[in-house]
């Protein structure tokens, strides 16, 4: 049983949004935090239309929903987060914002509160070292969109404590969600896995080792993969493919993490996908 009857999520962006959203649903109650009004009205305007697909196809009701919704306070204030067991970090991705925040949520939390971050790239371990009690960070990698996704990446720096650990992995079954244990290394399991595999379709294009339907098809219908690597691409944006891949070669030093060159040309082309109309495919 988790301790939780209270979560904050700092950050009310697509993952905020999307984590305040399976926090509410499971019964928990939510308070969301973002720097302004207008990012606050935008991330609970994206959990409603979200909520209300679930109730078009019948997988929940109208009263849920709007109890769903009444589990959410959302504020500006830090010191709203005093009432929660756990805070999960869920801002930009950049360091030096993320340890700031990380400070005022520790000083604003209650003594004992876990404190999570959804960073997808920075390491648990650097931004555990902000904090005041280092052993209450725990990576909680949630995957997008949140509510769909089943996995969450658990990822313990050098100081968690083994009982934040613990307890992390008993909320995010509590959500619904299968947590996986996974040491603090760039890319974590996931994105170590696949976007170097991405990569190396855009290499398979660059090198017209088939068209790009075929290379997809071929990967759906020989891999088994739900969609191909090169639409993949285009929804996880090309440039964030690109960040991935020169996190992990700078990280690891390693040469076969070097990104495609088509790659690096599209993203300067800005052809990111499906957020600009265009990538491996037109949207
Ligand atoms: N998008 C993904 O697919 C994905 C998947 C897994 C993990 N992540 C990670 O999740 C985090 C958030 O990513 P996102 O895609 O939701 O970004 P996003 O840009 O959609 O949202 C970021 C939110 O943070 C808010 N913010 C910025 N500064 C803040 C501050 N000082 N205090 C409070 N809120 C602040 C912004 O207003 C915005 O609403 C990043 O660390 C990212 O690496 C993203």
Do not use: W
């Not at 078009?56 to 709007?66: F, M, N, R, T």
């Not at 997808?120 to 371990?125: E, P, R, V, Y």
């Not at 083994?162 to 947590?179: C, H, I, Q, S």
């Amino acid at each position: 049983m988790t301790d939780v009857q209270c979560v904050g999520v700092v950050g009310a962006g697509t993952m905020g949004s999307g984590i305040a959203q399976v926090c509410a649903a499971a019964g928990l109650d939510v308070v969301l935090l973002d720097v302004s009004e207008a990012a606050l009205e935008r991330g609970v305007a994206a959990i409603a239309a979200s909520l209300d697909k679930r109730v078009q196809k019948g997988a929940l009701s109208a009263q849920e929903k709007q109890a769903t919704l009444q589990r959410l306070q959302t504020t500006i204030r830090y010191e709203d987060l005093a009432r929660v067991q756990i805070a999960i970090e869920t801002a930009t991705e950049q360091p030096q914002l993320k340890f700031e925040l990380l400070r005022r949520m520790e000083s604003a939390l209650p003594s004992h509160a876990l404190i999570g971050s959804n960073t997808s790239s920075i390491s648990i371990t650097q931004l555990a070292a902000a904090l005041r009690e280092p052993s209450h960070l725990v990576g909680l990698h949630f995957f997008n969109p949140v509510p769909a996704m089943a996995l969450v990446e658990v990822i313990r720096g050098l100081q968690t404590s083994e009982d934040a650990y613990d307890r992390a992995m008993v909320f995010a079954r509590a959500l619904g969600k299968t947590p996986i244990p996974v040491a603090n290394r760039p890319g974590f399991v996931v994105n170590r896995i696949l976007i170097p595999m991405v990569n190396e379709a855009i290499f398979a294009v660059q090198e017209r080792l088939g068209s790009v339907d075929d290379i997809d098809t071929a990967m759906q219908i020989g891999g088994g993969h739900p969609i191909g690597p090169l639409r993949l691409a285009d929804v996880v944006g090309l440039d964030v493919v690109l960040a991935v891949m020169e996190v992990l070669q700078g990280s690891f030093g390693d040469n076969k993490y070097r990104p495609a060159f088509l790659l690096r040309e599209m993203v300067q082309a800005g052809l990111l996908g499906r957020k600009t109309g265009q990538g491996f495919y037109k949207y």
